[in-house]
Protein backbone atom coordinates (compact mmCIF):
# COMPACT_ATOMS: atom_id res chain seq x y z
CA UNK A 1 0.00 0.00 0.00
CA UNK A 2 1.42 3.26 -0.76
CA UNK A 3 1.52 5.80 2.00
CA UNK A 4 -0.22 8.25 0.36
CA UNK A 5 -3.04 8.17 -1.94
CA UNK A 6 -4.77 10.61 -3.73
CA UNK A 7 -8.19 10.35 -6.24
CA UNK A 8 -6.42 9.86 -9.82
CA UNK A 9 -8.15 12.61 -11.37
CA UNK A 10 -8.23 14.26 -13.97
CA UNK A 11 -10.88 16.08 -12.06
CA UNK A 12 -13.04 18.66 -14.88
CA UNK A 13 -15.13 21.59 -12.86
CA UNK A 14 -17.07 24.58 -14.21
CA UNK A 15 -16.07 27.98 -12.92
CA UNK A 16 -17.38 29.01 -9.81
CA UNK A 17 -18.12 25.21 -8.54
CA UNK A 18 -16.60 23.35 -5.54
CA UNK A 19 -13.91 21.15 -6.51
CA UNK A 20 -13.16 18.12 -4.15
CA UNK A 21 -9.96 16.45 -3.92
CA UNK A 22 -9.23 13.66 -1.33
CA UNK A 23 -6.22 11.80 0.07
CA UNK A 24 -5.34 8.74 2.26
CA UNK A 25 -2.56 7.92 4.37
CA UNK A 26 -1.06 4.71 5.59
CA UNK A 27 0.79 5.89 8.95
CA UNK A 28 -1.76 6.39 12.03
CA UNK A 29 1.32 7.88 13.61
CA UNK A 30 1.54 11.02 10.75
CA UNK A 31 0.60 14.34 12.46
CA UNK A 32 1.00 16.99 9.85
CA UNK A 33 -0.60 17.34 6.47
CA UNK A 34 0.29 19.32 3.87
CA UNK A 35 -1.79 20.52 0.53
CA UNK A 36 0.58 21.96 -1.96
CA UNK A 37 -0.27 23.38 -5.72
CA UNK A 38 1.74 22.45 -8.57
CA UNK A 39 1.67 24.11 -12.17
CA UNK A 40 2.61 23.01 -15.20
CA UNK A 41 6.22 23.22 -15.47
CA UNK A 42 6.59 24.93 -12.26
CA UNK A 43 7.37 23.84 -8.40
CA UNK A 44 5.17 23.31 -5.73
CA UNK A 45 3.95 25.51 -3.62
CA UNK A 46 2.19 25.53 -0.25
CA UNK A 47 -1.71 26.01 0.08
CA UNK A 48 -1.89 24.88 3.25
CA UNK A 49 -1.64 22.68 6.41
CA UNK A 50 -3.49 20.81 8.95
CA UNK A 51 -2.96 19.38 12.31
CA UNK A 52 -5.96 19.01 14.32
CA UNK A 53 -9.46 16.93 13.17
CA UNK A 54 -11.97 18.81 11.83
CA UNK A 55 -11.86 21.90 9.26
CA UNK A 56 -9.36 24.81 8.14
CA UNK A 57 -10.31 27.68 6.10
CA UNK A 58 -7.99 29.76 3.81
CA UNK A 59 -10.18 32.18 1.59
CA UNK A 60 -11.46 29.70 -1.01
CA UNK A 61 -9.64 26.66 0.48
CA UNK A 62 -10.89 24.28 2.96
CA UNK A 63 -8.88 21.68 4.36
CA UNK A 64 -10.50 18.67 6.04
CA UNK A 65 -8.68 16.38 8.34
CA UNK A 66 -10.29 13.01 10.00
CA UNK A 67 -6.96 10.84 11.57
CA UNK A 68 -9.47 7.97 12.76
CA UNK A 69 -10.38 7.67 9.07
CA UNK A 70 -7.04 8.82 7.77
CA UNK A 71 -8.59 10.65 5.38
CA UNK A 72 -7.54 14.65 4.42
CA UNK A 73 -9.85 16.42 1.82
CA UNK A 74 -9.42 19.97 0.07
CA UNK A 75 -12.28 21.87 -0.63
CA UNK A 76 -11.54 24.68 -3.40
CA UNK A 77 -14.84 27.27 -3.26
CA UNK A 78 -15.90 29.15 -5.97
CA UNK A 79 -13.11 27.59 -8.45
CA UNK A 80 -11.40 29.94 -10.80
CA UNK A 81 -9.70 28.83 -14.34
CA UNK A 82 -6.36 30.05 -12.50
CA UNK A 83 -6.74 27.03 -10.23
CA UNK A 84 -6.13 24.88 -12.92
CA UNK A 85 -3.05 22.56 -11.62
CA UNK A 86 -2.23 19.55 -9.68
CA UNK A 87 -2.90 19.54 -6.45
CA UNK A 88 -0.58 17.32 -4.05
CA UNK A 89 -0.96 16.06 -0.75
CA UNK A 90 1.74 15.03 1.86
CA UNK A 91 1.43 13.59 4.95
CA UNK A 92 4.64 13.91 7.72
CA UNK A 93 6.16 10.95 10.20
CA UNK A 94 9.53 12.24 10.05
CA UNK A 95 9.59 13.38 6.17
CA UNK A 96 7.04 14.13 3.96
CA UNK A 97 5.55 11.68 1.78
CA UNK A 98 3.46 12.96 -1.30
CA UNK A 99 1.06 11.61 -2.75
CA UNK A 100 0.70 11.23 -7.24
CA UNK A 101 -0.96 14.56 -7.13
CA UNK A 102 -4.55 15.26 -8.90
CA UNK A 103 -4.90 17.29 -11.67
CA UNK A 104 -7.32 20.02 -11.69
CA UNK A 105 -8.88 21.50 -14.80
CA UNK A 106 -11.67 24.53 -14.24
CA UNK A 107 -13.79 25.12 -17.41
CA UNK A 108 -14.79 28.56 -18.05
CA UNK B 1 13.15 37.17 3.39
CA UNK B 2 13.93 33.65 2.67
CA UNK B 3 15.11 32.40 -0.50
CA UNK B 4 16.12 29.48 -2.37
CA UNK B 5 18.20 28.99 -5.68
CA UNK B 6 18.56 25.91 -7.62
CA UNK B 7 20.43 25.52 -11.15
CA UNK B 8 20.79 24.39 -13.86
CA UNK B 9 17.40 24.96 -14.73
CA UNK B 10 17.33 22.63 -17.69
CA UNK B 11 20.29 20.13 -18.98
CA UNK B 12 20.57 17.44 -21.31
CA UNK B 13 23.46 15.20 -20.51
CA UNK B 14 24.63 11.92 -22.29
CA UNK B 15 24.02 8.25 -20.41
CA UNK B 16 27.12 7.25 -18.61
CA UNK B 17 27.91 11.26 -18.18
CA UNK B 18 28.54 12.95 -14.54
CA UNK B 19 25.68 15.25 -12.95
CA UNK B 20 25.98 18.57 -10.84
CA UNK B 21 23.16 19.98 -9.35
CA UNK B 22 23.28 22.48 -6.86
CA UNK B 23 21.12 24.50 -4.38
CA UNK B 24 21.33 27.98 -2.41
CA UNK B 25 19.06 29.32 0.32
CA UNK B 26 19.38 32.54 1.44
CA UNK B 27 17.67 34.70 4.43
CA UNK B 28 17.78 31.38 7.26
CA UNK B 29 20.35 29.48 9.37
CA UNK B 30 19.92 25.98 9.38
CA UNK B 31 18.15 24.64 7.39
CA UNK B 32 17.11 20.95 6.65
CA UNK B 33 17.49 20.75 3.01
CA UNK B 34 15.96 17.75 0.98
CA UNK B 35 16.01 16.95 -2.88
CA UNK B 36 13.14 15.19 -4.55
CA UNK B 37 12.79 14.07 -7.55
CA UNK B 38 9.76 13.86 -9.87
CA UNK B 39 9.22 11.81 -13.00
CA UNK B 40 7.17 12.63 -16.20
CA UNK B 41 3.48 12.64 -14.45
CA UNK B 42 4.59 11.31 -11.12
CA UNK B 43 4.73 11.89 -7.73
CA UNK B 44 7.42 13.55 -5.97
CA UNK B 45 9.77 11.28 -4.71
CA UNK B 46 12.18 11.66 -1.75
CA UNK B 47 15.88 11.08 -2.61
CA UNK B 48 18.18 12.94 -0.04
CA UNK B 49 17.34 14.76 3.03
CA UNK B 50 19.91 17.00 5.77
CA UNK B 51 19.84 18.04 9.10
CA UNK B 52 23.49 19.71 9.08
CA UNK B 53 26.66 20.07 7.10
CA UNK B 54 27.96 16.64 6.33
CA UNK B 55 24.89 14.69 7.48
CA UNK B 56 22.74 13.06 4.35
CA UNK B 57 20.77 10.81 4.78
CA UNK B 58 19.55 8.98 1.86
CA UNK B 59 15.99 7.56 1.09
CA UNK B 60 16.43 5.33 -2.17
CA UNK B 61 19.19 3.25 -3.08
CA UNK B 62 20.77 4.55 -6.66
CA UNK B 63 23.46 5.76 -8.12
CA UNK B 64 23.21 9.51 -7.09
CA UNK B 65 25.00 11.18 -4.09
CA UNK B 66 24.36 14.31 -1.92
CA UNK B 67 26.66 17.01 -0.14
CA UNK B 68 26.22 19.54 2.03
CA UNK B 69 29.63 21.29 2.38
CA UNK B 70 28.21 24.48 3.71
CA UNK B 71 25.08 25.50 5.95
CA UNK B 72 22.85 26.51 3.28
CA UNK B 73 23.92 24.51 0.04
CA UNK B 74 23.24 21.15 -1.27
CA UNK B 75 24.46 19.66 -3.95
CA UNK B 76 23.23 16.41 -6.11
CA UNK B 77 25.81 14.37 -8.07
CA UNK B 78 25.93 11.42 -10.09
CA UNK B 79 29.09 9.60 -11.25
CA UNK B 80 27.63 8.22 -14.55
CA UNK B 81 23.52 9.38 -15.49
CA UNK B 82 21.29 6.59 -16.39
CA UNK B 83 18.46 6.96 -18.58
CA UNK B 84 16.18 6.69 -15.68
CA UNK B 85 17.52 9.26 -13.96
CA UNK B 86 15.78 12.08 -16.41
CA UNK B 87 13.00 14.09 -14.53
CA UNK B 88 12.46 16.89 -12.73
CA UNK B 89 15.11 17.75 -9.32
CA UNK B 90 13.40 19.75 -6.87
CA UNK B 91 15.26 21.02 -3.99
CA UNK B 92 13.91 22.36 -0.73
CA UNK B 93 14.22 23.70 3.02
CA UNK B 94 12.60 23.81 5.58
CA UNK B 95 13.16 25.10 9.62
CA UNK B 96 13.56 23.09 12.42
CA UNK B 97 11.15 23.53 14.69
CA UNK B 98 10.67 21.44 17.99
CA UNK B 99 6.36 22.09 17.61
CA UNK B 100 4.13 20.37 15.34
CA UNK B 101 2.39 23.54 14.41
CA UNK B 102 3.87 24.10 11.15
CA UNK B 103 6.46 21.18 11.33
CA UNK B 104 7.66 20.51 7.84
CA UNK B 105 6.85 23.05 5.67
CA UNK B 106 8.82 22.68 2.53
CA UNK B 107 9.37 25.71 0.08
CA UNK B 108 10.69 24.15 -3.05
CA UNK B 109 13.42 25.85 -5.52
CA UNK B 110 12.18 26.61 -9.03
CA UNK B 111 13.52 22.79 -10.01
CA UNK B 112 16.26 21.71 -12.61
CA UNK B 113 15.33 19.42 -15.65
CA UNK B 114 16.95 16.71 -16.23
CA UNK B 115 16.84 15.19 -19.68
CA UNK B 116 18.94 11.77 -20.23
CA UNK B 117 19.62 10.74 -23.74
Known amino acids: QKEVEQNSGPLSVPEGAIASLNCTYSDRGSQSFFWYRQYSGKSPELIMFIYSNGDKEDGRFTAQLNKASQYVSLLIRDSQPSDSATYLC????????FGAGTTVTVRA | SQTIHQWPATLVQPVGSPLSLECTVE??????LYWYRQAAGRGLQLLFY??????ISSEVPQNLSASRPQDRQFILSSKKLLLSDSGFYLCAWSIRTSGISGANVLTFGAGSRLTVL
Open chain 2, 27 to 32: GTSNPN
Open chain 1, 90 to 97: AVNDYKLS
Open chain 2, 50 to 55: SVGIGQ
